[in-house]
C-alpha cells in the first residue's frame, strides 16, 4: 500500500494521525529509545530531516533504525542532503511563503530527480512557516504570517488546493517558543475540505494539541517534546488522537 493511502485511508475512518520527527543529528541508541517509546504511545509515521547540518549518511542510517518499527519513514527534507532510499516516501514541498527562488522551485528541480532514483513516492505539500522567529523561518527566508489574519492562510490552502497538492504543512518552527496556532489550521480547514491538514511547531501541551484537532488538523507533528519529555508527548499524542472520546 502506498503511504499515501496509509493515511487517507486513516482519516477517512475518522482517525486522526501522530507523526514523530527524528532529527538524524543524534546517537542511534537515542533515535532507537525515542522511537520505541513513540510506537508504544500510538504515533503513526516518522518523519525525518532537520533544517541545518543533515548529511545523507545520517539521514540513511536513521530511516534505516526507524524501518523496524513497521510504520512508514517519510523525508521531511531541510534540503536534498536529507534525502535517502532508505525511506518510503518524501514530502515532496515548496515552502508557499517564502522569498527564496531556491525554496519556491531550485529545490524541487534538484531533488525530483533523487526522488525518482530512490524510489521515493512523492507526498505534494504546501508548506508554510508561520513564524519568524526559528530556524526553519531563518534558512527558508520566509515572510511570517500576522495572528490578527489567518485569513491569510486560508488563501494559502485555497491555493495550494487549486494547485493540485495534497497536503498542507502549518509550521509553527521546530522548538518554536509558541504553538502553531489553532486559527491558522481553522482558516485553512474552512478554506479546503480537501487537503490533509499537518500541524506542527512548539506543541508542548496536551491542551494546545487537542486546540489543533478542534480546529481540523488531520496529522500532528511532534518533535522537541517527544526528545525532551516522551511522557508528556505521550499525553500529547492521546489528546490529538482522541480527540473526540477524551475529555
Ligand atoms: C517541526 O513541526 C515540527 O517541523 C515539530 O516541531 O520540534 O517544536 O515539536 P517541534
Redesign the pocket.
Known amino acids: 500500500m502506498s503511504i499515501h493511502k496509509y493515511i487517507v485511508n486513516k482519516i477517512s475512518s475518522g482517525k486522526k494521525l501522530h507523526f514523530t520527527?527524528i532529527d538524524p543529528d543524534k546517537p542511534l541508541e537515542d533515535i532507537d529509545r525515542i522511537s520505541s517509546e513513540m510506537v508504544k504511545a500510538g504515533t503513526d509515521a516518522f518523519?525525518i530531516?532537520g533544517s541545518l547540518g543533515v548529511t545523507p549518511e545520517e539521514a540513511s542510517k536513521t530511516a534505516k533504525a526507524l524501518k523496524k518499527h513497521g510504520l512508514p519513514v517519510i523525508v521531511?527534507p531541510g534540503n536534498i542532503n536529507c534525502l535517502t532510499p532508505e525511506a518510503d516516501a518524501v514530502l515532496f514541498m515548496i515552502l508557499l511563503n517564502s522569498l527564496e527562488p531556491y525554496y519556491l522551485m531550485g529545490a524541487q528541480l534538484a531533488g525530483a530527480p533523487l526522488v525518482r532514483k530512490y524510489g521515493l513516492e512523492s507526498l505534494p505539500t504546501g508548506y508554510l512557516v508561520v513564524y519568524g522567529s526559528t530556524a526553519?523561518a531563518h534558512v527558508g527566508r520566509i515572510v511570517p504570517i500576522p495572528e490578527s489574519k489567518p485569513e491569510i492562510v486560508g488563501a494559502y490552502a485555497l491555493a495550494s488546493e487549486m494547485l493540485g497538492l495534497k497536503y498542507l504543512?502549518i509550521?509553527?518552527?521546530?522548538?518554536?517558543p509558541k504553538?502553531?496556532s489553532p486559527s491558522f489550521i481553522a482558516a485553512a480547514r474552512k478554506a479546503s475540505k480537501k487537503l490533509i491538514i499537518i500541524?506542527?511547531?512548539?506543541?508542548?501541551e496536551p491542551a494546545i494539541a487537542r486546540k489543533i484537532a478542534m480546529a481540523g488538523a488531520d496529522i500532528l507533528?511532534?518533535?522537541?517534546?517527544?526528545?525532551r519529555d516522551p511522557g508528556k508527548a505521550k499525553e500529547i499524542i492521546r489528546s490529538f488522537k482522541f480527540v473526540h472520546t477524551s475529555s
Open positions: 520527527l518523519l530531516g521531511f526553519v504543512y509550521e509553527g518552527g521546530s522548538g518554536a504553538p502553531v500541524a506542527g511547531g512548539g506543541v508542548r507533528v511532534t518533535g522537541t517534546i517527544v526528545e
